[in-house]
């Protein structure tokens, strides 16, 4: 967490008259995202897809009028786009921090190295409004806040008072199911997702959405219920493909991903398990790894030495790219590491 004067300084930046939201396109990010726009109603967004870095390339997003510019959950962002965009950044992240000039820069590792507090925490602790949408945030980053009391009076048909971990929260509470509808319906068409996030914006409440109350949410379920009917189906492949290993590697392919989805359930499934789901696309393989035995990112960057690939993320959960002529070396140099 954040001294209280950091929340109070991301709100008053709230008062922007123009901001850009570049948001990281997870639960987290797009709740971060909802937290702060709900609070400003001011603003455009974009999604930060496949690898969580924002560089100049962004910088065709930021427009004449924009004057203020929200990065949210991303671990990466180049000093180039910093320099370049022509208004002042607001960096909000829970990753490893990285050092950056000219860029106001909120993250709860700077205050302690272990910490872990995902983006919309520290979103939800500026603006202190939309509870649900807090919840949900947080729970998609495998974090159950100390709010969760407080949630669980106020939505007590959504998550019962025993929860006392993510796992549980994410896969025994309908809190599980709104999570889940707000990383499928980041998936699809660009201008799907932008519809979807919009609609989300207008959203007021969570019976909305899973009681189909309102057109945007009859629209955001429908398209939630097509993405989970392709999730349901590779989830069953996975786990048909599950032996005595500590290693489980499931690969796939299609248009869109669902690695991290697949490996979190995995892992909540097979606790025992290192999981890499990995989906092959461009001659490349997009990886999510997960472990709750054993730490995920220094294996990653041991594995990946003398391999043409990239990788990060957190402790226990990363991602990763590698060429597909380098999977086979990249999992036998991961196998080593895991036993």
Request: glycine share 6%.
């Amino acid at each position: 967490m954040l001294p209280s004067a950091e929340y109070d300084a991301i709100r008053a930046e709230l008062g922007s008259r123009n901001p850009l939201f570049l948001m990281h396109d997870d639960p987290d990010g797009l709740s971060s995202f909802l937290l702060l726009y709900r609070y400003c109603r001011r603003g455009s967004f974009g999604l930060v897809k496949t690898t969580p870095v924002v560089d100049s390339s962004y910088l065709r997003r930021v427009q004449k009028d924009t004057d203020k510019v929200f990065i949210l959950d991303v671990a990466m962002v180049e000093q180039d786009f910093i320099d370049k965009c022509g208004v002042s950044v607001v960096w909000i992240d829970h990753h490893t921090p990285l050092k950056r000039s000219g860029v106001l820069y909120f993250n709860p590792r700077l205050h302690r190295k272990d910490a872990y507090f995902p983006a919309t925490y520290v979103c939800y602790k500026s603006v202190l409004q939309d509870l649900w949408i807090a919840m949900v945030g947080c729970v998609g980053d495998w974090f159950l806040p100390e709010f969760k009391d407080e949630f669980v009076s106020k939505y007590p048909d959504l998550m019962d008072s025993s929860v006392s971990n993510p796992d549980d929260a994410m896969f025994r509470s309908k809190v599980g199911a709104l999570v889940r509808l707000f990383s499928f319906v980041l998936k699809g068409r660009s201008d799907d997702v932008s519809r979807s996030v919009k609609a989300l914006a207008g959203v007021n409440s969570p019976y909305d959405l899973l009681e189909q109350r309102t057109p945007e949410a009859r629209y955001l379920y429908k398209r939630y219920s097509r993405f989970d009917s392709q999730y349901q189906s590779l989830l069953s492949q996975a786990r048909s493909e599950i032996s005595g290993d500590a290693l489980f590697v499931f690969t796939y392919g299609g248009q869109t991903s669902f690695s991290s989805d697949l490996a979190n359930e995995l892992l909540y499934l097979y606790p025992d398990k290192f999981i890499v789901i990995a989906r092959e696309k461009n001659g490349e393989m997009r990886m999510s790894l997960r472990s709750r035995r054993l730490e995920v990112f220094p294996r990653l960057k041991r594995a990946l030495e003398g391999i043409s690939g990239y990788g990060g993320g957190h402790e226990y959960a990363c991602g990763a790219n590698v060429k597909k002529s380098d999977f086979e070396r990249f999992i036998g140099n991961l196998r080593l590491q895991v036993g």
